[in-house]
């Protein structure tokens, strides 16, 4: 009697688990169909292939491509220009200049920090966002002096 109670208990038990087991990857599955497809914007193409976006929106997230200035001037125009255009860029995306949660600086010459600080101070509002700053070796793409990258919230 007791061996018989015990087959029914472990077969009672397996199938409580094996129908939970169930629910679990099907609603593991769900998730899956349901995830959200990230969302590019201003695509650049390379010999008609896709070679980067200008944005990438995931959730309320928005990533910004490094912008450059490629004309001739000094940092604090390259600069103006950079931070125009990632403004431009951010607006585009459904953002804005006051979401920006870091950037990226990327200077040509270490020596035009300073002159970069100045062009870039007060842009990002009362809370500016967290940043790295650094001199790339052999230059910045594009004869720019400075190139800025961002990530935002929508």
């Given at each position: 009697?007791?061996?018989?109670r015990r087959?029914?208990?472990?077969?009672?038990?397996?199938?409580?688990?094996?129908?939970?087991?169930?629910?679990?990857?099907?609603?593991?599955?769900?998730?899956?169909?349901?995830?959200?497809?990230?969302?590019?914007?201003?695509?650049?193409?390379?010999?008609?292939?896709?070679?980067?976006?200008?944005?990438?929106?995931?959730?309320?997230?928005?990533?910004?491509?490094?912008?450059?200035?490629?004309?001739?001037?000094?940092?604090?125009?390259?600069?103006?220009?950079?931070?125009?255009?990632l403004e431009?860029?951010?607006?585009?995306?459904?953002?804005?200049?006051?979401?920006?949660?870091?950037?990226?600086?990327?200077l040509h010459?270490?020596?035009?920090?300073?002159?970069?600080?100045?062009?870039?101070?007060?842009?990002?509002?009362?809370?500016?966002?967290?940043?790295?700053?650094?001199?790339?070796?052999?230059?910045?793409?594009?004869?720019?002096?400075?190139?800025?990258?961002?990530?935002?919230?929508?």
């Amino acid at each position: 009697m007791k061996t018989e109670r015990r087959s029914i208990l472990k077969k009672l038990f397996a199938s409580v688990a094996g129908v939970t087991g169930l629910g679990i990857a099907s609603s593991q599955a769900k998730a899956l169909e349901a995830a959200p497809e990230k969302e590019v914007g201003n695509v650049v193409n390379h010999q008609d292939v896709p070679l980067f976006s200008g944005h990438t929106k995931f959730n309320n997230m928005v990533f910004i491509a490094g912008k450059g200035a490629h004309f001739e001037g000094d940092i604090t125009a390259h600069t103006k220009h950079v931070l125009d255009e990632l403004e431009k860029e951010l607006i585009a995306a459904g953002s804005s200049m006051s979401k920006v949660l870091k950037c990226s600086v990327f200077l040509h010459d270490l020596n035009d920090y300073k002159a970069m600080n100045e062009a870039y101070k007060g842009r990002f509002g009362s809370k500016p966002p967290v940043r790295t700053t650094v001199a790339v070796y052999g230059g910045v793409p594009g004869d720019s002096l400075v190139e800025i990258d961002c990530i935002a919230y929508i």
